[in-house]
């Protein structure tokens, strides 16, 4: 879905709220009920029914009748929410044109007050459709069910720790600025991706650069994992900058020399057909020889130091990781039949909770009290009032996990059928 901040001006303040309580109610529903929604917002004489239909108008939420009537965010409503914030935090001031898309993000310019350019990044986990993921990702497996925005927020938080680790630690990567939700402001690379690039003054120079980045990684205990020209920026002076460290793994993990390796060959690969760069066949087709090849995973992880304590000081702790695994593993061997069918729409594509991963996100929660509170500064006789309102609808949302029922319930509760069952009843007692 594209991003039009245009109506963002427009939002009132029970706009926001509405959104809001959604994402608070979302905690512990894959649709928010209506009521709940009410409830949650509390305003004044009940004025949530227009403001919601507001709101689906201009696609910021999702309307579901199914089961029960109720909404949920959609991507553009998530936006909207951490934008408002960080431009409540003075971040920036102002959204200008996209400058990048890929599979799992968008890139915006963003200005401050005083003119800085910064680059706003929103994660969207989930815009793929389900059966490439499923086919390229294995730790998919056979889940069915995701909360992609829950994802898309634990991934802008991992890489905006990675990014504040590597600059302390010296790596050429952006200065990370804020973070908040699935949004992640950062330094503007004034530069190219590698992949555009067709002649360089020094291709050798620059490939020593790259591979030496590979390596120092490691020797920090970290792998890139999807290093190649896509997520390598160059500038005018051939100066490197890479990016994109969501998907990035310690030394430690079982797959690390796969990766390693991986990051490694496709920088051969890259220079040897775009710059004509000649390697040894030993350098490119044999990575398990010590002899003039290219880097030996298992001779770097000998000397690397890991940063677990520096991401877990930069706000991303293991505590999360293992959250993050949770929901994407939880499950797995519960639904061996289930089929991961395709979409191309964002809306469809957003928001779906499974009931037995409920236990472990419940305590991470999409908005903060802060920041709920935040919207109600301007009415402090009401602060309290919406205080107790709000642990109350929390506390309501909490005990409302109805039990679903199949479309053939009613035979069982002697409810009316319908006319073609009437049919199929007919011809079993004719046979």
């Known amino acids: 879905m594209k991003l039009d901040v ?7 303040k029970d706009g926001f709220r509405v959104l809001t309580a959604v994402e608070m109610g979302m905690r512990n529903h894959e649709i928010v009920p209506s ?10 004489h009940g004025g949530s029914g227009k403001v919601l239909n507001t709101l689906l108008e201009h696609k910021l939420l999702h309307h579901d009748s199914s089961k029960y009537d109720g909404y949920r965010l959609t991507y553009l409503g998530y936006d909207f929410l951490a934008i408002k914030t960080m431009v409540n935090r003075g971040v920036f001031a102002a959204v200008g044109r996209q400058i990048g898309v890929g599979k799992e993000s968008d890139i915006f310019e963003v200005a401050t007050e005083d003119g800085t350019v910064l680059a706003m990044k929103l994660h969207r986990l989930g815009r793929t459709s389900f059966r490439a993921v499923k086919s390229k990702r294995d730790y998919l497996r056979h889940r ?6 829950y994802l898309s927020r634990l991934a802008a ?6 990014m504040k680790a590597l600059v302390e630690h010296g790596f050429p990567v952006p200065s990370a600025v804020d973070c908040n939700r699935h949004c992640v402001v950062m ?21 020593e650069t790259i591979l030496g980045l590979v390596i120092r990684l490691a020797e920090h205990g970290l792998i890139h994992c999807d290093f190649n020209e896509f997520n390598i920026m160059i500038d005018d002076d051939e ?4 990016i994109d460290f969501p998907q990035m793994i310690s030394v430690s993990h079982q797959n690390a020399r796969m990766y390693f390796d991986r990051d490694v060959e496709c920088i051969y690969k890259f220079f040897r057909k775009r710059f004509n760069l000649s390697f040894d066949e030993n350098e490119v087709d044999c990575v398990d020889t010590n002899e003039g090849g290219p880097p030996q995973f298992y001779n770097i992880m000998n000397v690397s130091g890991f940063l677990d304590k520096d991401l877990e000081a930069s706000g991303f702790t293991r505590k999360d990781q293992n959250d ?20 191309e729409d964002e809306d469809d594509a957003g928001v779906e909770i499974n009931e037995a991963s409920l236990e472990d996100f419940d305590s991470l929660s999409f908005v903060s009290k802060a920041e709920f509170e935040h919207s109600s500064e301007e009415d402090p006789q009401s602060s309290k009032r919406l205080r107790r309102q709000r642990q109350q609808a929390i506390g309501a949302a909490r005990g409302s996990r109805k039990t679903t029922t199949t479309r053939n319930s009613y035979k069982d509760k002697g409810g009316k059928s319908s006319h073609s069952s009437k049919i199929q009843k007919q011809l079993t007692s004719w046979s």
Do not use: C
């Open 144 to 149: 069915s069910s995701f909360n992609w925005l």
């Open 187 to 207: 330094s503007l690379v004034h530069g190219y991706p590698l992949v555009q690039v067709k002649q360089l003054q020094n291709p050798y120079m620059v490939f």
């Open 157 to 162: 938080l991992k890489e905006f720790a990675f």
């Open 35 to 44: 009521e709940l929604i009410s409830r949650i917002a509390s305003l004044k």
């Open 324 to 343: 993050m695994e949770k929901l994407i593993n939880r499950d797995a061997e519960k639904k061996p039949g289930s089929d991961l069918e395709g979409t």
């Open 6 to 12: 245009e109506y963002l001006r427009h939002l009132s």
């Open 239 to 242: 100066k490197i900058t890479m």
